[in-house]
Every structure is written in C-alpha cells, then in structure tokens.
T-cell receptor, first 114, second 114 residues
C-alpha cells in the first residue's frame, strides 16, 4: 500500500543551494500536485500536472520548477533555495482532474533553509 | 475568487464533549466539491469526506457528522463525544471545477484533553 511516496522526508539546506524533491505514486493517477504548508496558512498549491509531460503553475510558483517525465513521478526543484522556502511540502495525486476526486497525499517533506 | 475560511484557529475541549468545526466557502462555480482532511500530529493528511454541491443531505459516519448548507455557503464538521485521538489539525477544502485543484482553509487545531 505505497500510495504516494515522498523523498526525502527531511532536509536542511543552505541559502543558495539547489535540490529536488521526488514524489512517486503507484495508483496510475493522471493528476499530481505540489503544495506547501506554512503555519496559519493552510496548504497552498505550487505547481500541478494534468498528465505525463505537462505542468502548470499554481498559487505560489515563484522559485520552484517541476517536471513530469513519467506518469508516476512528479519532481519539485528549488534552483537557489531561500529561507522563505522553509516549509513542509506535500505531494498529492488524483485519478482525474474532475473536482469530485479526493486527492491522496504523501507524508510530506520538511525542508529548512538556513 | 474562490476562498475557504476556517475562522476557528484553535479549539480546546475536554474528552467526551461535542465540538463543531466551522467552514465557510466562496465560489462562482455552480458545481463544486467540498472536502475535509485531518492532519494528526504525525503530519500526514487523511481524507475524511467529500460532498458535492447538489447534495445537501447531512452525512454521519460514526462520531463524525457533516452539515452542508448551500444557502449560507457553509460545510461544518461535528465530532460527537470527542476523544483524545481526535486531536489534530482539520482542513476544509474546496475543489476547483476544471482542474481539481484544492483551495484549503487555514485549518483548525483541535485539542482534546483527557
């Protein structure tokens, strides 16, 4: 019962470093999403993908890039990390983009930028 | 613009008390879905319920119940006879009709004391 798997679970970076967060799902879902969770702000959508090879911007895309080269994987990249990107990052997937589909979430990646 | 408001930031109750978590939403869509997710202290997001805009029947699942009132744009969540294990952050979310993107409320932290 893997579902949605995020790696790594924790990471500390220095300002200016780069890194990639990996999200993998084994449910053959078309849609995938990256959110960030900050205290008092709920979850906000960074980028999303409606299928292999596609990506689109969400509410807070600046400073992040994404790629969906394979249907099961959705990568989130930080090219030059900034302290404002300290957050908990959640990946989610859903079978389709119709609004009745619940999104299945990974366990999150806690990222600290020093 | 679409928006979800959870006005209660934190609620503290004593075990066995009933507690209601409020959720108010704004949307221009005529068809939409509302969700509740639970985030226990371990950090993962757990899907609780989905409700579509055409179904205003209340729903009950064990100690959980949901009251959807389209006239007041509210989708409130009640826990009956609360237990310590109910302690968590609860998020209400609205799904965007074309993409399935979730717009989250700020979350309500529920603490159930023994």
């Amino acid at each position: 019962n893997a579902g949605v798997t995020q790696t790594p679970k924790f990471r500390v970076l220095k300002t200016g470093q780069s890194m990639t967060l990996l999200c993998a799902q084994d449910m053959n879902h078309e849609y995938m999403y990256w959110y960030r969770q900050d205290p008092g702000m709920g979850l906000r959508l960074i980028h999303y993908s409606v299928g292999e090879g596609t990506t689109a911007k969400g509410e807070v895309p600046d400073g992040y890039n994404v790629s969906r080269l394979k249907k099961q994987n959705f990568l989130l990249g930080l090219e030059s990390a900034a302290p404002s990107q300290t957050s908990v990052y959640f990946c989610a997937s859903s079978y389709s983009g119709t609004s009745n589909q619940p999104q299945h979430f990974g366990d999150g990646t806690r990222l600290s930028i020093l | 613009a679409q928006k979800v408001t959870q006005a209660q930031t934190e609620i503290s109750v004593v075990e066995k008390e009933d507690v209601t978590l409020d959720c108010v939403y704004e949307t221009r869509d005529t068809t939409y879905y509302l969700f509740w997710y639970k985030q226990p202290p371990s950090g993962e997001l757990v899907f609780l319920i989905r409700r579509n805009s055409f179904d205003e029947q209340n729903e009950i699942s064990g100690r959980y119940s949901w009251n959807f009132q389209k006239s007041t744009s509210s989708f409130n969540f009640t826990i009956t006879a609360s237990q310590v294990v109910d302690s968590a952050v609860y998020f209400c979310a609205l799904s965007e009709s074309n993409t399935g993107k979730l717009i989250f409320g700020q979350g309500t932290t529920l603490q159930v004391k023994p």
